[in-house]
Structures are given as C-alpha cells and as structure tokens.
C-alpha cells in the first residue's frame, strides 16, 4: 500500500514537471511561462515530497519544513518576478479623455 | 533499478530542461525564471537522493537549498529591477 501509495505521489510530482517544464522552450510571453512554470515546480514538487513523506514517516519535520518553505518562497518569488517582469513595460490605460500615461 | 531511481532519473531528465534558457542571450528575466526553476529543481532531487540513501545529512542541505535560495532570488529581483529603473 505504502509503495502505491508514494510511488502515485512520486508519478504525479513527475507529471507536473514535464508538464509544465517545456513551456520555457517556447516562445510565449514571459507571464504565461512564469505561470506554467510555478505551477509545475510548487505542485510538481509537493506531490514528489508527499510521495517521500509515505516513504520514510520518521523524517517527517525536515520534508514538512521542506514543503512549507517550498510553497511560501516559489510562491512568492513567482510573485516578485512576475512584478519585476511586468514593471517595465509601459502600460497605457485608454480613458474616455485620451490615453492615460 | 527501483521505482526510486527511475523516478530521480526522470527528475534529473527533467532538471536539465531549464538550463537550455540560462545558455541563451535572452531576457534577464527570463534566466531568473529558468534559474528559479533549477534551483527548486535540484533541492527535490537532493531530497529524493537523501531519501534512496538514508542519508539525512543531504537532506538538510536540500531543505536549506529550499528555503534560503529562493529568498536570495528575490533579492537579486528587486535589485535587477532597481537597476533598470535608475538605468544602472
């Protein structure tokens, strides 16, 4: 049970990072592969780490510690560089008075 | 080989994914994103590594990869930025 178990976690957490790693390859806009890509890596990742969390109980507070840390900082840092990415191109708003710049 | 190792195999098949961008002269923002990737990328496959080889030391490096590494990244973000806006 425990193997079917992890080794789900383990097929799903890999999924997730082929999924969603590629799109980098691509030509799309930096937003749609940042987006992509944090899904692939904190989900990817959480469900590879819930797979080794079946695996091996007794080391249960550094793979918690390991998920927590994952999911508030690729959240976070997917924040601040889809900001940064996003702050310097120039958006003109279009108001009934004209462009707003 | 065990369902571990096939699965860090795929992880590292995976890990090099990412790297392709950092190799090319594209946006900056675009090498934080694929490096960000790398980082996270490495640190689970420490962890799995640690896991095949009961070796909790290597662990602990992944989990401290995790949680300082991604901070240092922010760091360097707003400090990119900073230096675009004041043309630096």
């Keep these: 049970m425990v193997e079917v ?18 799109v980098l390859l691509t030509r799309h806009s930096i937003l ?3 987006h992509h890509l944090s899904v692939a890596d904190t989900l990817g990742s959480m469900a590879i780490m819930a797979g080794l969390l079946v695996r091996r109980p007794r080391e249960w507070p550094l793979l918690v510690l390991a998920v927590l840390s994952l999911v508030m900082w ?28 | 080989m065990t369902l571990l190792q096939g699965v860090l ?16 002269r594209g946006d900056i923002w675009e090498v934080m994103l694929a490096l960000s990737s790398v980082a996270t990328k490495s640190s689970l496959i ?4 640690s896991v095949i080889r009961d070796d909790w030391m290597m662990g602990l490096v992944g989990v401290i990869t995790l949680s300082v590494g991604n901070a240092g990244f922010m760091l360097l973000a707003h400090l990119l930025r900073r230096l675009g806006q004041t043309g630096g």
């Design chain 1, 74 to 101: 690729n959240t976070v840092l997917g924040y601040v560089l889809a900001y940064c990415a996003s702050a310097r191109q120039p958006v003109s708003v279009e108001t009934p008075d004209g462009p707003n710049h």
């Design chain 1, 5 to 22: 178990v992890s080794g789900i976690g383990l097929g799903v957490g890999l999924w997730f990072w082929f999924w969603g790693t590629p």
């Design chain 1, 32 to 34: 749609f592969k940042l």
């Design chain 2, 46 to 49: 420490l962890l799995m590594v």
């Design chain 2, 9 to 24: 195999w795929g992880m590292i098949a995976a890990f090099w994914l990412p790297l392709y961008p950092t190799l090319r």
